[in-house]
């Protein structure tokens, strides 16, 4: 065998010329052998999401069937210079499956996720285990571990499970988790609630719109990037968190602009700059079909000072209205609803008390996803302004 070994064209040779032998017979018997369950050859969940490089076939769970029932198999692998599979096959009898022959697109003849852009998912089609290309995937931001107020301190949970108790004097950054809360507003929560009341700490996508696993904290920035993970941050529980958008076609569907107009009576400065957050929030927010996008909330507002005596609220977020309308017109002009929380006013566009972060809302009720695009002229931080501009961009 080991001489053999040395001459790969006398191996592929040798077994060109056994399969042709024996493939009358293997043709004949092969009818009685079942096919593989592909879920059975599974080396990971059924759903989970993989990348380029991740084993997900188990070769030990890949049948084996006598030589005389495909013998084009050991063809097949003295090709592909596989002296293993040759090795075991003519001594046990019995050759593996080929991978190829029991898999589909997205996997290499070795079982590992191949020729995927973006994060792929393990499926079954067509009774074949594959791996998807994805086109465009979101989820849903979900609660993932809470802490539970109890007489002595909280209990961290994850579902139904405690994972540890902590008692009030131990609170610190090493035992309550604050990527979505500082240990200052978790102590404030605390303090003004009581045992049995419970907040989240840490948040999963669930949810997937194309039926992919729920992923834990820990796997969204592996999968998608550290981008998402940080967008989960500005975003309210339950919004639709787009993880991956693979469209080859942008189309311009509406476009406007609006004046950022001064007035003497407030603190223009301010003005601006509650203009600009707001333009900010909504800049390049992506709202996947038939869902409801949320602006980011990684923005704060000054409270600007209304002279007027009739007015209602004298400390207000003055300056969102023109961004707001903005806004407004251009999800009209898309054909969309116009934006929760505005107004069909024209100077006054959002709505009176309105939460600026949580209470505007964007519905796409189109069939494929949108990008809102908001910008204006003047500076950086919005001095100078004079024009806001907004775009709806359909991705298909």
Request: aromatic fraction near 10%.
């Amino acid at each position: 065998m080991s001489s053999f070994i040395k001459h790969p064209l006398l191996i592929i040779v040798a077994l060109i010329i056994i399969g042709a032998v024996m493939y009358p017979v293997g043709m004949a018997t092969a009818k009685y052998v079942p096919a593989q369950n592909p879920e059975e050859i599974a080396l990971l969940p059924i759903g989970d999401t993989v990348t380029n490089g991740t084993a997900v076939v188990n070769s030990n769970k890949v049948r084996k069937v006598p030589i005389v029932y495909h013998p084009e198999y050991l063809v097949e692998y003295a090709k592909k210079i596989q002296i293993w599979e040759i090795y075991s096959s003519l001594i046990s009898g019995a050759t593996p499956i080929p991978i190829k022959n029991i898999t589909g697109g997205g996997i290499s003849d070795t079982g590992k996720a191949e020729d995927i852009k973006g994060p792929g998912m393990l499926t079954i089609q067509d009774n074949k285990l594959t791996v998807t290309n994805p086109t465009f995937v979101w989820g849903y931001k979900e609660p993932y571990t809470v802490a539970v107020k109890t007489k002595d301190g909280v209990d961290i949970k994850q579902g139904n499970t405690t994972i540890r108790s902590v008692a009030v004097n131990d609170f610190n950054n090493e035992t309550i988790p604050n990527e979505y809360m500082s240990l200052t507003d978790f102590e404030k929560w605390y303090n003004s609630v009581n045992v049995g009341n419970s907040t989240a700490l840490d948040y999963s996508l669930s949810n997937f719109n194309d039926g992919r696993n729920t992923l834990n904290p820990d796997e969204i920035a592996k999968f998608f990037g550290e981008g998402v993970f940080e967008e989960m941050k500005t975003r309210p529980l339950k919004a639709p968190i787009t993880v991956y958008e693979g469209s080859e076609n942008q189309v311009v569907i509406s476009s406007t602009s609006t004046a950022m107009s001064y007035y003497a009576e407030y603190d223009n400065t301010a003005r601006a700059h509650n203009a600009n957050q707001l333009i900010n929030a909504w800049n390049n927010t992506i709202i996947p079909p038939h869902t409801v996008g949320y602006g980011s909330s990684d923005v704060s507002y000054y409270g600007v000072f209304d002279p007027d005596p009739n007015a209602t609220y004298k400390w207000a977020s003055h300056g969102v209205c023109p961004p707001g309308r903005v806004l407004r017109a251009a999800t009209l002009g898309a054909g969309l609803p116009a934006p929760t929380g505005t107004t069909g006013d024209y100077q006054n566009a959002i709505a009176p008390g309105i939460d600026i972060v949580t209470g505007i809302r964007v519905e796409n009720t189109r069939d494929y996803p949108i990008k809102i695009v908001m910008w204006s002229d003047g500076g950086a931080d919005g001095a100078g302004m004079t024009t806001i501009y907004a775009q709806i961009i359909e991705l298909r």
